[in-house]
């Protein structure tokens, strides 16, 4: 006798039994008691309706569309963990696990209904949770509560949000309504799904301009929107520089097993970690854990690396809090305890790169490029001090010679928010050339990598890598370092180091 041939898809059941009596079916769904009250309303949910009339004003009589993204597959069925995208975190205040697969929509006004603080009314599409008499409670382990836990109903996340929200399955209809009367943008390069479905229905209603180009513009202006942080964002940003502070001081705690591990670079990196996880929702980018010469390699996350006595360790890591706003902050550690005098030579030139930078963005007036300019100078005239620079300092700094980025390849400064790299796509005039104003947060974070096989540079050089990075926001009253407890002069450092590894 032939089995019946199984799909593939069909296929992955094989490992389970599941009944399929009405018998079980009815019996499952009978006797489960109340459930607990649902949430309340989210902090955020008072600043939605003024982001999505700064967004709206630019978009007037268009339909926008901000999916949080999907599951990814990280091996055969199992997903990796869930992180919306950042414009829909932005604009409905959802932050944590959620919401996969949800869609927030800003459906256009008529014009004679739009005003000074609303050109557009949200709806939040997405999947509410089913009742426990139904299929889904029990069998469908994407969506089902005996899998995944209670999901909100749909008057919960309109309480939590402030949002009107419907139901997932209702969203191809609402983004097709009156198309081609009305035209619509989806946020590029967040849901590929979505984005064909609105794609496939920009075709079927005769809509024939450049999408490509309009979803870019969506993109650009949503990134733009975020330049200027409000107050709930800042004191986000906070928490998530207080949470890194901890984790920093759960990897100085941890130095002493570090130094005895074969990979002491991973203990560092499970230090910082099991802080993030504990506190917020985990990590804002991977962790870089750099012990000696691999502080060189800019991007150093692999961390497989010991901790060898007498050298430095550059430790480069965020939290990202619930609400899904991150920290980015650079540490440079003595592994023994006390900066060697090159060692510290060294350093003390990255610190005045810092405070010079800092002190430059507090001035009235001065771009954002300014302050990347300021640190540079700094830099420079120490390597010309140093005798490294084949130029003088002057020399290096013009854009023609720039000897001195040999040691410092990378940027100064970048926006920080939801993306650790916020603001990413925002105009080259309103990022670099940007006159800083209150409101915005970015990183200060000099730094200079004399790698191991560097024959430009005297041998008691050679295998240094130093950076410090801090969160700045521009106030009232200038430039202030959000996150300043955080150790950084060689003496803080080197007490904080003698304080924790007791
Ligand atoms: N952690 C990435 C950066 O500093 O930009
Ligand atoms: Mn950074
Ligand atoms: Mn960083």
Redesign the pocket.
């Known amino acids: 006798m032939s089995e019946e041939k199984q799909s593939l898809e069909e296929r992955a059941h094989n490992r389970t039994q599941r009944p399929k009596s009405d018998a079980f079916r009815s019996f499952i769904g009978e006797d489960w008691g109340a459930r607990p009250a649902g949430p309340q309303r989210a902090a955020a949910a008072d600043y939605l309706p003024a982001r999505h009339y700064k967004l709206g004003s630019h978009f007037i009589g268009e339909r926008l569309v901000f999916p949080a993204g999907d599951l990814q597959v990280r091996s055969n069925d199992t997903d990796y963990r869930f992180r919306a995208h950042s414009a829909f975190a932005h604009l409905t205040g959802l932050g944590g696990e959620d919401e996969p697969g949800a869609v927030l929509v800003l459906e256009p006004r008529a014009a004679e209904n739009c005003t000074d603080e609303a050109t557009h009314d949200a709806t939040l599409y997405f999947h509410p949770r089913a009742s426990r008499s139904s299929e889904e409670f029990y069998a469908d382990s994407r969506h089902g509560e005996f899998w995944v836990g209670a999901r909100l109903s749909a008057e919960e996340m309109s309480t939590l949000t402030g949002l009107r929200v419907a139901h997932i399955d209702s969203l191809r209809d609402a983004l097709a309504k009156d198309l081609g009367e009305i035209s619509i943008r989806v946020m590029p390069r967040s849901d590929v799904s979505i984005e064909s479905l609105v794609e496939q229905l920009r075709q079927e209603n005769g809509l024939l301009s450049d999408a490509t180009e309009m979803n870019e513009q969506l993109a650009e202006t949503a990134s733009e929107l975020r330049l200027i942080k409000d107050e709930f964002e800042i004191s986000e940003i906070q928490k998530a520089i207080d949470v890194t502070h901890s984790g920093f001081d759960n990897i100085v705690a941890s130095f002493p097993r570090a130094r005895t591990h074969w990979r002491g670079e991973r203990v560092v990196e499970g230090a910082f970690f099991a802080k993030a996880r504990e506190e917020g929702n985990g990590l804002g980018y991977d962790t870089i854990a750099a012990a000696a010469n691999h502080a060189n390699t800019l991007h150093w996350i692999k961390n497989d690396g010991p901790l060898v006595d007498g050298t430095l360790m550059l430790i ?1 890591a ?1 939290a990202e809090v619930d609400s899904l706003y991150t920290a ?3 540490r440079t550690l003595p592994v023994s305890g006390k900066f060697s005098p090159t060692q510290r030579k060294v350093y003390e030139a990255v610190l005045e790169a810092c405070n010079y930078a800092l002190e430059v963005a507090s001035q009235p007036g001065v771009r954002f490029r300014d302050v990347h300019t300021a640190a540079m100078s700094v830099i420079a005239r120490h390597l010309e001090e140093w005798g490294i620079l084949p130029v003088s300092a002057e020399e290096s700094l013009k854009p023609e010679n720039q000897h001195h980025r040999r040691w410092m390849p990378h940027g100064t400064s970048h926006h920080l928010g939801l993306d650790v790299h916020d603001c990413a796509q925002a105009k080259r005039e309103l990022y670099q050339d940007a006159v800083l104003e209150e409101g915005m947060v970015f ?1 200060i ?1 000099p730094g200079l990598y004399f790698r191991e096989d560097d024959l430009k540079v005297p041998e008691e050089f050679r295998g240094i890598g130093v950076r410090i ?1 801090d969160d700045v926001v521009i106030t009232a009253n200038g430039a202030i370092r959000l996150s300043e407890r955080i150790p950084r002069t060689i003496e803080d450092v080197e007490a904080w180091m003698a304080r924790l590894t007791k």
Request: net charge negative; hydrophobic share 10%.
């Open positions: 480069d965020g980015d902050i650079t990183t974070e990075e």
